[in-house]
């Protein structure tokens, strides 16, 4: 079965702290794709990042990095010197390849990032 | 600028109604999607359609009735056979080709019960 297990229900730190975001998940499939999307206050969430499973290169965007290890089934995000704008439920997601023109993308249950002045 | 259009921004619905929701995108996407978002979890699929005049029920589509007669739109319509309605959902679309599993989303409607 697919799941999508996100730890770290709120997380709490100072301005420019550094913090990691968990995201662990199972699959069956050889081949699925990973994602990391951002929901601010606003409600619209935000694609950030997509991994396939046959890339494991970590990535770098500014100040966030994403870890992507397939041997403990982990795809982690780090944001370094937080900002009070980074503030927001954090999601990762699972697709497992397509069906046609869809694909199903299973949640994590999110966690919620509060960065403090 | 393109995008998905959600509409409205909060809904209440009275015991027995029936509302419809409002989701249109000019991304020129061919499949959209329906998700609900409860307190401290994550989404969950209602429908979702590839093509015009085709949809499937997603996970937890009881409740819930979805029409895709042009491209560009993707109503919901939370019946009051859904008893427990009170939610965010959410609206999505991704193309068919090129970043075809990137999910694009709306800004939200938030449902609540009178």
């Known amino acids: 079965a697919q799941k999508v297990t996100q730890a770290q229900t709120e997380i709490s730190v100072v301005e420019k702290e550094d913090v990691t975001l968990d995201c662990v998940y199972e699959t069956r499939d050889t081949t699925y794709y990973l994602f990391w999307y951002k929901q601010p206050p606003s409600g619209e969430l935000v694609f950030l990042i997509r991994?396939?499973?046959?890339?494991?290169q970590n990535e770098i965007s500014g100040r966030y990095s994403w870890n992507f290890q397939k041997s403990t089934s982990s795809f982690n995000f780090t944001i370094t010197a937080s900002q009070v704008v980074d503030s927001a439920v954090y999601f990762c997601a699972l697709s497992e390849g397509f069906s046609g023109g869809y694909n199903k993308l299973i949640f994590g249950a999110g966690t919620r990032l509060a960065v403090h002045p | 600028d393109g995008g998905i259009t959600q509409s409205p921004k909060y809904l209440f619905r009275k015991e027995g109604q029936n509302v419809t929701l409002s989701c249109e995108q000019n991304l020129n996407h061919d499949a959209m999607y329906w998700y609900r978002q409860d307190p401290g979890q994550g989404l969950r699929l209602i429908y979702y359609?590839?093509?015009?005049?085709?949809?499937q029920k997603g996970d937890i589509a009881e409740g819930y009735s979805v029409s895709r007669e042009k491209k560009e739109s993707f109503p919901l319509t939370v019946t009051s056979a859904q008893k427990n309605p009170t939610a965010f959902y959410l609206c999505?679309?991704?193309?068919?080709?090129?970043?075809?599993?990137?999910?694009?989303f709306g800004a939200g409607t938030r449902l609540s019960v009178l």
């Open positions: 359609s590839q093509i015009v005049n085709d949809f």
């Open positions: 991994r396939n499973s046959f890339d494991e």
């Open positions: 999505a679309s991704s193309p068919s080709t090129g970043d075809k599993n990137i999910q694009y």
